[in-house]
């Protein structure tokens, strides 16, 4: 069976042709569009390594069928930077030192984002650890985590108002 | 996983109708589904998303002040709507004690009720199971189960149903609207969920081909919205299932309970509603001396299934603990930690 479904992958919209219904969108991005920055830490939805925004929310790439998501848009972490310019939850978690071998960082930060824009956080750190909490670090950097995300929150806040202005 | 079929229909009479064929799976989010068809634990050989069908994303208001919410409500979406947290906040309080953001942001209704038992041999194909392969035998038994059912088990199969959202639900005499190849029905969700006995394989009162439309909460289920709390108790702070937990509902007047509602979770194949333990209650003075009572009453006829009489204790005092917060009163806003028996002090140094 083939199926050929529409993602709008990083602003860019593409047709994609799978000759298998069983592909996730995690191994459409990783292995079939070369977008690797997604990790795959578990593949089971327990570690949030595979976290990317669909249609601006976040979740688990790795439960995702890819077939279902025809339409969708999908941002991944390399569709965050303006050419050299980091997306500010990236300078923030390089600010906050938010990572120690990255391989849960991509994740991180997507999470992070679809955080923010959820906006059920406020600046309590308590709500931001919770709210993190689908993100697994084995490293440990959570204390660098939590500071990145209420800084980048606050840059974002800041911006926006700007931007209103 | 196995190869299969991809239907995508786009009406509800047509996904009934593909669905009528043996070997069909319903597909939501598929947080629960693909995870077990990595697995080998379930192997459908035609898939059905749902997720397009129309009409099944609504959150309305009925005119009595009850609530249906659609089967593809996305449980964070439920969980933060402002009317519904305010009218039932022991639902969104167990909504957001489940899983993790990102999981919230995809589940659906349907999907949470319907999602499957995470007993190890259930997910491991090495494994005898009788819920995954009738009459294959049980290894939970002799095996690994200090987390398993202490409630309405069977030597057949010991697991218990893992969702937070149910307990609540339970509790609150919600209703399951259905749509099959029969025409449509309603199931009280306190009966949608059966204890194993000798068939285990037989998870749910739904029929083949039947399609969880709606959920309802009756108007009736408003008046707790002061005094109501789930309580969670995890081997981590959070991003974890349920040891043991407990959804509890007052109604008090002067000091005196008129109502009250209790069901636990994690301790049966089902959501577990604590019926007479209500009944003990209801008229009697809100002292602890009669919760520690009730709480007794709820457990009465539990008893271990392994190396799990600690979970009976555990749950005894989640009981006790959930009734005399729900007394203290609904917080304000939404706890820091849903569902946590820890206190909910913010900036709390228990992560760091
Ligand atoms: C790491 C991890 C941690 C988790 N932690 C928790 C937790 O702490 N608490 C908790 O409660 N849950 C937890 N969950 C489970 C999660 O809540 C479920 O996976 C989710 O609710 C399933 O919803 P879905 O839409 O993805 O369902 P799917 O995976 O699409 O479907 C699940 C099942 O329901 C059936 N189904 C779906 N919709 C319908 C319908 N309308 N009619 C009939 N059948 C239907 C499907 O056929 C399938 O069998 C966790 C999951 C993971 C992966
Ligand atoms: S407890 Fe139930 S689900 Fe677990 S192995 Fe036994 S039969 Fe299977
Ligand atoms: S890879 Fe998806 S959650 Fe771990
Ligand atoms: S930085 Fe190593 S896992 Fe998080």
């Known amino acids: 069976m083939s199926l050929s479904i529409g993602l709008t992958i990083n602003g860019q919209p593409r047709t994609v042709a799978l000759d298998d219904p069983r592909v996730t969108l995690l191994d459409l991005l990783r292995e079939r569009l070369d977008l690797t920055g997604t990790k795959k830490g578990c593949d089971r939805g327990q570690c949030g390594a595979c976290t990317v925004l669909v249609d601006g929310r976040r979740i688990n790439s790795c439960l995702a069928l890819a077939a279902s998501l025809d339409g969708a848009t999908v941002t991944t972490i390399e569709g965050l930077a303006d050419g050299e310019a980091l997306h500010p939850v990236q300078a923030a978690f390089i600010e906050h030192d938010g990572f120690q071998c990255g391989f849960c960082t991509p994740g991180q930060i997507m999470s992070a984002i679809g955080l923010i824009a959820e906006g059920h956080a406020g600046d309590d750190p308590e709500r931001i650890r919770e709210l993190m909490s689908g993100n697994i670090c084995r490293c440990g950097a959570y204390q660098g985590i939590t500071e990145a995300v209420l800084e980048a929150q606050k840059t974002l806040a800041e911006r926006n108002r700007r931007d209103a202005a | ?352």
């Open chain 2, 1 to 352: 996983m196995n190869r299969f079929d991809y239907i995508r229909p786009v009406s509800v009479p047509e996904a009934i109708a593909a669905a009528a064929v043996p070997g069909s799976a319903y597909l939501a989010a598929g947080t629960n589904l693909l995870d077990l068809m990595k697995v080998g634990a379930s192997r459908p050989e035609r898939v059905i998303n749902i997720t397009r069908l129309p009409g099944l994303d609504r959150i309305e208001w009925l005119p009595d002040g009850g609530v249906r919410v659609g089967t593809l409500v996305r449980n964070s979406d439920l969980a933060y709507d402002e009317r519904f947290a305010k009218t039932f906040p022991v639902v969104a309080e167990a909504l957001l004690s489940g899983a993790s953001a990102q999981l919230r942001n995809a589940a659906t209704v349907g999907g949470n009720l319907m999602q499957r038992t995470r007993c190890a041999y259930f997910h491991d194909l090495a494994g005898a199971c009788n819920r995954r392969e009738p009459g294959s035998g049980c290894d939970a038994l002799g095996g690994e189960n200090r987390l398993q059912a202490v409630l309405g088990w069977s030597e057949h199969c010991i697991a218990t149903h893992p969702s937070d959202f149910c307990v609540p639900l339970a509790a609150l005499d919600a209703i399951v609207e259905v749509e099959g190849p029969h025409g449509g029905r309603e199931i009280a969700l306190d009966t949608l969920h059966r204890l194993p006995g000798a068939t285990p394989e037989q998870e749910t009162a739904l029929l083949p081909g039947e399609l969880i439309v709606a959920l309802r909460l009756p108007a009736e289920a408003s008046s707790f919205s002061r005094n109501a709390r789930y309580i969670k108790l995890r081997e981590r702070t959070s991003y974890a299932f349920a040891v043991v937990s407990a959804a509890a509902a007052l109604e008090v007047e002067g000091g005196t309970i008129r109502k009250a509602r209790i069901a636990l979770g994690g301790v049966a194949a089902k959501p577990w509603r604590a019926r007479e333990a209500e009944a003990l209650l209801e008229g009697k003075q809100a002292t602890a001396q009669a919760f520690a009572e009730a709480a007794e009453l709820a457990l009465a006829e539990a008893r271990p299934s392994g190396d799990n009489a600690f979970k009976i204790e555990l749950a005894h005092r989640i009981v006790t603990r959930a009734l005399s917060l729900a007394l203290e009163g609904t917080p304000q806003a939404m706890p820091a930690l849903p569902a946590s028996p820890f206190p909910a002090l913010s900036g709390a140094n228990h992560v760091i």
